[in-house]
Antibody, heavy 121, light 110 residues
Framework: EVHLVESGGGLVQPGGSLRISCAASGFTFSSYEMNWVRQAPGKGLEWVSY????????YYADSVKGRFTISRDNAKSSLYLQMNSLRAEDTAIYYCVRESQNILGAPFDYWGQGTLVTVSS | QSVLTQPPSASGTPGQRVTIDCSGGSSNIGTNAVNWYQQFPGTAPKLLIYSSNQRPSGVPDRFSGSKSGTSASLAISGLQSEDEADYYC???????????FGGGTKLTVL
């Protein structure tokens, strides 16, 4: 069974940094493209970042470009998001999301339970 | 302001058919498939429709999706109280090199 478990969320001051992680199990992690999607309190979903299975290609939303870095360790079946220069508007639940293989539209077929990042002084 | 436009709310009575529209542009829905997600309060979203009109295993056939031009629709027939949730459309955007979501539609079963 596929499991995605996020960790590392918490309270951080504006301008600070935080790294969140996602531990994957139940599938061949290196074969799947992965994403981070976030949801601010009471708001809708916002895609944050994408990484290929090998880690060679990465994309970012304009709102986080230059501040966030997505990475992965396939030996540990883990996905990471390094967040720097954090702002109040980055406050959100961050979901680790698996992308379906070879399916038109690359849907997000499995989601973690999310980890809450709060940026506040 | 979301790239994909959805109505913020929709409603229906049990047994009714409800549709939720999602409007985009040539770089997203006009070119790529649309996916729909269902989210209950306090839980992670769940894939409901993929590739514009396909249902994952376990999703009731009351849910269906369609796409035409730069718009897509989610239809729910035989509405049930347990369908009360938030629904989001999403698609890859070739201009932005990223996934774009609709703002979400809160469905209320009256």
């Amino acid at each position: 069974e596929v499991h995605l478990v996020e960790s590392g969320g918490g309270l951080v001051q504006p301008g600070g940094s935080l790294r969140i992680s996602c531990a994957a199990s139940g599938f061949t992690f290196s074969s799947y493209e992965m994403n981070w999607v976030r949801q601010a309190p009471g708001k809708g979903l916002e895609w944050v970042s994408y990484i290929t299975g090998s880690g060679t290609t990465r994309y970012y939303a304009d709102s986080v470009k230059g501040r966030f870095t997505i990475s992965r360790d396939n030996a540990k079946s883990s996905l990471y998001l390094q967040m720097n220069s954090l702002r109040a508007e980055d406050t959100a639940i961050y979901y680790c999301v698996r992308e379906s293989q070879n399916i038109l539209g690359a849907p997000f077929d499995y989601w973690g339970q999310g980890t809450l990042v709060t940026v506040s002084s | 302001q979301s790239v994909l436009t959805q109505p913020p709310s929709a409603s229906g009575t049990p047994g009714q058919r409800v549709t939720i529209d999602c409007s985009g542009g040539s770089s997203n829905i006009g070119t790529n498939a649309v996916n729909w997600y269902q989210q209950f309060p306090g839980t992670a979203p769940k894939l409901l429709i993929y590739s514009s009109n396909q249902r994952p295993s376990g999703v009731p056939d009351r849910f269906s999706g369609s796409k035409s031009g730069t718009s897509a629709s989610l239809a729910i027939s035989g509405l049930q109280s347990e369908d009360e949730a938030d629904y989001y459309c999403a698609a890859w955007d070739d201009s932005l090199d990223g996934v774009v979501f609709g703002g979400g539609t809160k469905l209320t079963v009256l």
